[in-house]
C-alpha cells in the first residue's frame, strides 16, 4: 500500500511529491500526459520561481528543478485517473489506466493536484459558424511552444487575464498582429507587468466589451464585438466587427475537480475547488488538494507552496490517524472578498491564507476584526491574489470565525 498518491504531475503535484518523500512516505505520482510539468513548459517566458527557488525562471525551468529532485518518488505518465474509491477514512484506491494496462493501487492518502481547465467559447457565450481558427489560450500556447506551429496571423483575444497578456506578447513577438485584446470587466485582468505588454506592443484594448459572434467559411475570417453597461448588459447598437484569421479565448480557469465530486467531496461555489482544512484537507478525511484544483492561482510559486502543505497534512493525517483539531474556526468572507481558502483553521499552527478581492480599490485595510488585524494596502485588485499568514495565537483569540474583509482606510 502506498503512503500517499499524488494526481497531477504539475507543480504542485511534483512539490507534493517531493515533499512527501522527504518525510519518508512511500508516494505514486501520476500524470495523464506522456510528461510531467502540468502547463510550465508550454510556459517559455521568464518571471516564474521568485519566491519558491529565490531566482527568476521560464515554466521548462521551473519544471525541470522539480522532476530532478523526484529520485525514490514512483512516477508513471500516460496514467489517467478514472475513479477513486473512499473505501475507508484509512484506505482508498485509485484506478488508472496507462500504457501498462488498468491499475488499482490501494493508498492510505491521497493529493488531489489535477489543475485546472480553461473556458472554452461555447461557455460564454459566443455563437455563430463552426469554422477553424478557435483556440484556448492554452491551445494556442502549446501549439507555439511545444510543436512550433503558429495558430494565426491576425489574432483578436478574448480576456485580459495574464496567459491572454502574455499571448498577446507571444504573437507579437512571432510577427503576428494582435488586433484587439477583449475584456468583458471595466477594468484589466492581468497583473500590472502584464498589462504592460498591451502598451509595448500597441494594442488596443476594450474594457467592457465581449466577443459575441464569430464569422468565416472554413476559417475565422471576422468576430462581433458588443459594448456592456455595468451591469454586463449589451448596449444596443454599440456592436462593430473586426476582421482576423484566429479567435484566442483567455477567459478563465475553472478547477478541474471531477473526481472530486465523484466521490461527494464538498465544493466551494466561489473557488470552485473543494472546501478544505488548514492543512488542505477535503471533506473526505485523507483526500487533500493543491494547486489550481483548490483554487485559481496567479503565481505557480504558491501552486508548489501547497503542493508542499498538503503532504505535511498527510504526513500528519498518517502519523496519528486523522488531522486533528480541538476546534475548528471558519473562514468568513467579508465586503469586497470574493474567495479565501482554506476555509477552515485551528489555531494550532500557522496558515496562509488566499484570498481574491471583488473590485479593485485603493488605500484600503486588510481587516480581521474578530482578532484585530489589520494590514494597510495601497491598492487591491481582483487579479491579484491577497496572501496573508494568520499565526497561531492570533487565530485562538478567535471563538468560532474569523471574518476576512477589505475596507477603506480612514
Request: charged share 25%; glycine share 10%; aromatic share 6%.
Amino acid at each position: 500500500m502506498y503512503d500517499v498518491v499524488v494526481i497531477g504531475g504539475g507543480p504542485a503535484g511534483m512539490a507534493a511529491a517531493i515533499r512527501a518523500r522527504d518525510l519518508g512516505l512511500r508516494v505514486l505520482l501520476l500524470d495523464d500526459n506522456d510528461y510531467l510539468g502540468g502547463i510550465l513548459p508550454q510556459c517559455i517566458h521568464p518571471g516564474f520561481g521568485i519566491h519558491y527557488f529565490k531566482e527568476e525562471l521560464t515554466g521548462p525551468e521551473f519544471a525541470y528543478k522539480l522532476m530532478s529532485n523526484l529520485e525514490g518518488v514512483e512516477v508513471k505518465t500516460s496514467a489517467r485517473v478514472l475513479e477513486i474509491i473512499n473505501y475507508s477514512d484509512i484506505e482508498k484506491f485509485v484506478v488508472y489506466t496507462s500504457p501498462e494496462g488498468v491499475k488499482k493501487v490501494p493508498t492510505r492518502t491521497i493529493i488531489y493536484a489535477a489543475g485546472a481547465r480553461e473556458r472554452h467559447a461555447f461557455e460564454i457565450g459566443i455563437v455563430g459558424d463552426r469554422v477553424s481558427g478557435i483556440y484556448t489560450a492554452g491551445e494556442a500556447q502549446t501549439l507555439m511552444d511545444i510543436y512550433g506551429i503558429m495558430p494565426g496571423k491576425e489574432i483578436v483575444i478574448v480576456g485580459s487575464g495574464d496567459v491572454g497578456l502574455i499571448m498577446a506578447r507571444r504573437f507579437s513577438l512571432e510577427g503576428a498582429r494582435v488586433k484587439a485584446v477583449i475584456e468583458l470587466m471595466p477594468y484589466p485582468g492581468g497583473l500590472a507587468r502584464n498589462i504592460m505588454i498591451l502598451r509595448d506592443f500597441n494594442i488596443p484594448l476594450y474594457l467592457s466589451h465581449k466577443v459575441v459572434e464569430v464569422r468565416g467559411r472554413g476559417r475565422v475570417e471576422r468576430v462581433k464585438v458588443v459594448k456592456v453597461d455595468e451591469n454586463l448588459r449589451e448596449i444596443p447598437g454599440s456592436e462593430f466587427w473586426i476582421k482576423a484569421d484566429t479567435l484566442v479565448i483567455s477567459a478563465g480557469l475553472i478547477p478541474n475537480v471531477r473526481l472530486l465530486s465523484d466521490i461527494g467531496v464538498v465544493i466551494d461555489p466561489s473557488t470552485g475547488g473543494p472546501v478544505v482544512n488548514d492543512r488542505l484537507e477535503t471533506s473526505i478525511p485523507g483526500i487533500f488538494v493543491a494547486g489550481n484544483a483548490l483554487l485559481i492561482n496567479d503565481l505557480v510559486d504558491y501552486v508548489a507552496e501547497q503542493g508542499e502543505l498538503a503532504a505535511e497534512g498527510a504526513k500528519e493525517f498518517i502519523d496519528n490517524g486523522g488531522i486533528l483539531s480541538k476546534h475548528w474556526i471558519k473562514i468568513e468572507k467579508g465586503e469586497n472578498i470574493r474567495l479565501v481558502a482554506p476555509h477552515y483553521v485551528s489555531g494550532e499552527r500557522d496558515v496562509w491564507l488566499y484570498a481574491r478581492v471583488r473590485r479593485p480599490m485603493e488605500n484600503v485595510v486588510l481587516e480581521f476584526p474578530e482578532i484585530g488585524k489589520r494590514i494597510r494596502l495601497p491598492v487591491v485588485k481582483p487579479a491579484e491574489m491577497l496572501r496573508i499568514k494568520l499565526r497561531a495565537k492570533e487565530i485562538r483569540e478567535a471563538e468560532n470565525k474569523i471574518t476576512i474583509r477589505v475596507i477603506e482606510n480612514d
